[in-house]
Nanobody, 125 residues
Framework: VQLQASGGGLVQAGGSLSLHCAASERSLSGATMGWFRQGPGKEREFVAAIWRSTEHTYYADSVKGRFAITRDKAKITLYLQMSDLKPEDTAVYYC???????????????????WGQGTLVTVSS
């Protein structure tokens, strides 16, 4: 299973970016998928997830109202639309898939079995 993340780059504060994550296995269209990020000197943190059966979305408080996670099951692609970006959003962003996640721990990166390589987002002030 491979996940390929793309779309990162340099943007000014207040700007927008869209991240994409393409999966190699069609079976992942039925998995919970999420985005995590790791800033300089920080631990990996949860950003957003989309639940496998209901397609309900979940967000970290720090990005709620600014980021939107969606996916196209036909293309097996996960998206993260980021707007009103802030310097503190600077991080390497990872997409991940969790075929067996339980709802109460979907924000725990240790539950995710498959990971993309990460894409760097830099927000300048």
């Amino acid at each position: 299973v491979q996940l390929q993340a793309s779309g990162g780059g340099l943007v000014q504060a207040g700007g927008s970016l869209s991240l994409h994550c393409a999966a190699s296995e069609r079976s992942l269209s039925g998995a919970t998928m999420g985005w995590f990020r790791q800033g300089p000197g920080k631990e990996r943190e949860f950003v957003a997830a989309i639940w496998r059966s209901t397609e309900h979305t979940y967000y970290a408080d720090s990005v709620k109202g600014r980021f939107a996670i969606t996916r196209d099951k036909a293309k097996i692609t996960l998206y993260l639309q980021m707007s009103d970006l802030k310097p503190e959003d600077t991080a390497v962003y990872y997409c991940a898939a969790c075929p067996t996640c339980i709802l109460s721990t979907l924000n725990n990166f240790r539950q995710y079995a498959y990971w993309g390589q990460g894409t760097l987002v830099t927000v300048s002030s």
